[in-house]
């Protein structure tokens, strides 16, 4: 059996891909799109999530589509079918964003966002509020928790060791790879990521996901980025701009708590939400909460969007 | 000057240039000199650094001087921090000078390579302040497409933008004073004292002193 054979018959129920794709310039960088619905329906721009890509919403962007909207999705820069950037940083980011928004339509969107991608959405609905009609999040609304406090001598040891590992990493950058493997292995290896998606799923992601070269199969997101990281960046700086938004906007949360996720608890997270701002709580349910229960969160979202005429 | 060594960083190329040999023979660490926002590694030695025994080089910071200018900016000083390892990596063990913004990004590396930088000298320059402790009201920030680089206008603009909290630069200081072997590992020779600086300032460990104070210190130092 060769590997197109293979690469040809993964599937997964629902799954559609894209109607259309393009590349937008990003002051130059190529930022892939891609959308489902008709292409005269009104958009609603969906974010992915940090080393997700935009083809994880294969299942539920055709059924925000089956309710009448031109689903557009992107691949942030080093993700998925975009170009691997020089540089990432959460403000270019949200300037990608942008540039695809400016590239489908003027006015205001209707935005849903997951993990990573709603957080740019609550940035971008700060700093451009004349760009976003209305706003779901998913599982990506911040904490207003701090981090665990460690004592002094550990945090400088664990700071340490933070610290030469990423400078490390960014030594042998030059020469990174992804490693190979084959469909299984890689969707074997994203289950410690996603431990509650099923084999099936992350299967399907790998064949969407990552390019088979002549070695096996490799995620196409950019080597040189790693997880973690650290900066000077505090939860409570979105957390207290979050009560300033006047579109109307959804939350929802995944209650178990899993790696990808943030841990964000409904009660905790209550007091800060603006005037007529929904949150909706899925027990049972980890981070990725659209995969988990893609039809129920997708009438949900058709229900707040409204009618998209 | 003559022609800059080129470092990898990533997919980026960062000139590194000798701004000047070793004086007479002398066989010490050498000094890296960290530019301002906005600079790029001057051609001659500077007024001031005339007495530092061993060579002098001086690192283009991405997207400024001879170095690679990115697609879509993207700037962070932990990004800088990784541009600046490149040449620690290149030179070894080294004093570290910065001046304004590579000020901070000396006191970065300085934490993240506690064992390898022999003292950082911050100094006043260019883009000390960057967006001061807190971030201000979010952006999106738009360049002029025909703006000819370097510097990269998304460098001038981002990298004065970005959050410099006291108590995250204060960690930093502490990684260093905390796992140098050297007695005084940080000295702050700047006048200006942004939040963040004059933060580190005040930390036990921290010295505060002249140039050729520092540099006198430091070139004793194995």
Known sequence: MTELVEEERVSFPGATPPHRTRTVSSDGLGIAVHEWGDEGAPPVMVAHG???????????APLIAAGGWRVVAWDHRGHGDSEHAHLSSWDADVRDAMAVFDATAPGPLAVIGHSKGGALLLQLAESSPHRISKLVNIDGMP????????????????????????LDSRRTAAAAQRKPGTLDELAQRRARMNPRLSHEWLRYLVSVGARRDADGWRWKIDPTMRMGGFGPWRNSWSLERLSGLAMPMIGLLGLIPEQMGWGTEPDELRPYLPAGGQLVAFEDTGHFVHIERSTEVAELVLDFLGSPR | MT????????????????????????????????????????????????????????????????????????????????????????????????????????????????????????????????????????????????????????????????????????????????????????????????????????EPGVVVSSLADALAAYARTT
């Open chain 2, 3 to 202: 022609s800059p060594e080129l470092l990898t960083h990533a997919r980026a190329s960062l000139a590194l240039h000798t701004v000047r040999k070793a004086t007479g023979g002398a066989v010490g660490h050498p000094l890296l000199l960290l530019h301002g926002l906005g600079e790029r590694t001057p051609s001659t030695l500077p007024l001031g650094y005339e007495a530092w025994p061993g060579a002098v080089y001086g690192l283009d910071f991405m997207g400024h001087g001879s170095s690679t200018i990115p697609l879509g900016g993207g700037y962070t000083c932990e990004l800088l921090m990784a541009d600046a390892d490149a040449a620690l990596a290149h030179l070894g063990p080294a004093t570290v000078a910065g001046r304004g913004l590579g000020a901070y990004v000396a006191l970065l590396l300085a934490g993240g390579r506690p064992d390898v930088v022999r003292g950082a000298i911050l100094l006043d320059g260019p883009g000390l302040a960057g967006g001061g402790p807190v971030p201000g009201s979010p952006s999106v920030i738009a360049v002029n497409p025909d703006h000819v680089a370097p510097p990269d206008p998304f460098a001038l603009a981002e990298l004065t933008r970005d959050p410099r909290p006291p108590d995250y630069a204060t960690n930093f200081a502490r990684q260093v004073t905390q796992m140098s072997t050297m007695e005084d590992p940080i000295t702050v020779c700047a006048v200006g004292r942004p939040p963040w600086l004059e933060a580190v300032a005040a």
């Open chain 1, 143 to 166: 904490s207003p928790r701090p981090h665990p406090d460690v004592a002094d001598h550990q945090r400088t040891r664990l700071m340490a060791s933070e610290l030469s590992g990423w």
């Open chain 1, 50 to 60: 940090g080393f997700d890509f935009a083809r994880t919403f294969d299942v539920f």
